[in-house]
Structures are given as structure tokens and as C-alpha cells.
């Protein structure tokens, strides 16, 4: 009679302790987190902070705009002026209108030193490439307008290898290559030539590669009319 009781009391006891600890693991206060999942939690909640912060400043920016787009309404004559500002503005940026300021012309050109036993004649060679890196790391370094053999590059602009010529808005352009930037001079001639600089790199390589600091430089507008023939505004 006293094993009975005794096995009841453990069993019993066994169960009671088994409810407690798996309601202790369910009530979300004793669940086991790992150090990533927090930090994962920590980063998300802290790029949340950061698109409130974007938007709430998006908002006032708006709301600035908007003051001044009435008062100038207000005004006569004033809120036509303000259109024509913004007009040209965005005539600048989007290159329909030749442009000018100091910046580098930068001359790109094909190796003329002697080829390795074995080696690819493309490595001497200026390609499509070469150009596109180039115009990426005058970008990065605060190029505001940049132009390839008098070519304005626009959001349209395509750069491509052509047989021994290189594609350009429709055009086919031949050895050397003068890539011209307007912006800060210095800081766009320093990113070029720097040790880890991609024209450094071209001429480690034995192609022709130049940089020359210019006061005043002239590019031109976008020749053409760009279409957009998809895409359409999001009301």
C-alpha cells in the first residue's frame, strides 16, 4: 500500500514539475534567444528608426516647399519666376543645356609596349570596360557632368564594344578616348591616380593614361531627344 502511494506521489510530482517548466517556456518570458537573432532584431528596429527620421524629414522638406511655392503665389509675378528657376534647374541636371566649370579631361589610349611571349593583344587594348570604370570612380568623386569624345553621358547613354570602335549614343568612336568631367578637379584627378586607382592600374598594365586638371571645361548638351516609351507616372 505504501510503494502504491509512493508511485502515485512521483508520478504525481513528475507530472506537476513537467506542466511548471513548460509553461515557464511558453509564457515569453524564459525562451532562449541567440546573440544573432538579437542583433538582427537590434538592426532591424534601427533601420525602422531610420525610415520614420527619412520620411518625417521628407515631410518637412514637402511642407517647406509647399510655403514657398505659396508664397511666391502670393506675390505677382514671383510664382512664374520660381517655375522658370526650378525649369532650368532641372534642364541642367538632366543635360539639355551645354554646361561648363572646372573639372579634368582625362586621355585613355591603347598600350604601345611590346606584347609577352604568349600574351593577349586585348591586354594593351582600351575597351568598353576600361571607360565605364573610369566614369564610375569620376562619379564616386563628385563628377557633375561628364562627356566621352564630346558625348554627353546621360541615364541613357550606352557604352559598348564595337569591333576595334567603341559605341556611344548611337555613335562609333575610334581610339584615343577623352573622358572630360566637371567638378572637383583635385579630388577627381586624386581618385584616378591614387595607387589603388583605376587609372593607375591601366598604366601598370602599359596603356596610355593621362590626366590633366583644366580651370574651364565646355561639354555639351545632349544631342537628341530622349523618349520614354513604358514607363509612365505612379499617381
Do not use: W
Request: aromatic residues 8%; proline residues 2%.
Amino acid at each position: 500500500m505504501k510503494t502504491r502511494k509512493l508511485f502515485i506521489f512521483l508520478a504525481c510530482l513528475v507530472v506537476g514539475f513537467s506542466l511548471t517548466v513548460q509553461a515557464r517556456m511558453t509564457n515569453g518570458q524564459h525562451l532562449y534567444v541567440s546573440a544573432k537573432v538579437i542583433d538582427d532584431l537590434k538592426t532591424t528596429i534601427e533601420s525602422e528608426h531610420q525610415d520614420i527620421d527619412n520620411v518625417r524629414q521628407l515631410a518637412a522638406d514637402t511642407a517647406e516647399e509647399l510655403a514657398e511655392y505659396e508664397k511666391a503665389y502670393a506675390s505677382d509675378g514671383d510664382f512664374e519666376a520660381k517655375l522658370r528657376q526650378e525649369l532650368e534647374y532641372y534642364k541642367l541636371i538632366s543635360g539639355a543645356v551645354d554646361v561648363r566649370g572646372e573639372g579634368v579631361s582625362v586621355t585613355i589610349d591603347d598600350g604601345t609596349r611590346p606584347l609577352y611571349e604568349g600574351e593577349d593583344p586585348n591586354n594593351v587594348l582600351v575597351h568598353d570596360a576600361d571607360l565605364l570604370i573610369v566614369i564610375n570612380e569620376l562619379k564616386s568623386a563628385g563628377a557633375e557632368a561628364v562627356a566621352i569624345n564630346g558625348q554627353r553621358i546621360a541615364n541613357t547613354t550606352e557604352v559598348s564594344c564595337s569591333g576595334y570602335t567603341v559605341r556611344i549614343n548611337d555613335q562609333f568612336f575610334a581610339r584615343p578616348f577623352r573622358i572630360e568631367a566637371i567638378g572637383d578637379a583635385t579630388r577627381m584627378a586624386a581618385v584616378l591616380v591614387a595607387p589603388e586607382g583605376y587609372g593607375t592600374l591601366l598604366k601598370d598594365y602599359g596603356l596610355t593614361f593621362e590626366v590633366e586638371i583644366k580651370d574651364d571645361i565646355l561639354i555639351k548638351k545632349i544631342e537628341g531627344q530622349t523618349r520614354y516609351n513604358y514607363m509612365e507616372k505612379v499617381e
